[in-house]
């Protein structure tokens, strides 16, 4: 069975850094696109960035255009998505998600699997 498991997730002031980490167990990370969804109070959840399996080809929504990078260590089995420049209208819980085709879709059931979820919250 796959499973996802993000982290690092937290509390930043506005213009702060996190990094953000997804573990992929059961399957090996290269067989999938991987993207982060985000997902704010009594918003839809919304993708933010995509990766091809083999890290090629990436993918971000215009907001965060500039300021966030996905990548992927599939040796580790790992998908990253480095936030700089952080904004309070970032605050989100983040998701990470595996399946899907190239380009990333940004239909929720259009992907297999998904973690749980961390928090960030972004302090103005």
């Known amino acids: 069975q796959v499973q996802l498991v993000e982290s690092g997730g937290g509390l930043v002031q506005a213009g702060g850094s996190l990094r953000l980490s997804c573990k992929v167990s059961?399957?090996?990370?290269?067989?999938?696109?991987m993207a982060w969804f985000r997902q704010a109070p009594g918003k839809e959840r919304e993708r933010v960035a995509g990766?091809?399996?083999?890290?090629?080809?990436?993918y971000y929504t215009n907001s965060v255009k500039g300021r966030f990078a996905i990548s992927r260590d599939n040796a580790k089995n790992t998908v990253y998505l480095q936030m700089n420049s952080l904004k309070p209208e970032d605050t989100a819980v983040y998701y990470c998600?595996?399946?899907?085709?190239?380009?990333?879709?940004?239909?929720?059931?259009?992907?297999?699997?998904w973690g749980q979820g961390t928090q960030v919250t972004v302090s103005s």
């Open positions: 998600a595996a399946g899907g085709h190239w380009p990333p879709s940004a239909v929720i059931n259009d992907y297999a699997y």
């Open positions: 059961g399957r090996t990370a290269s067989d999938y696109t």
């Open positions: 990766i091809s399996w083999d890290g090629s080809s990436t």
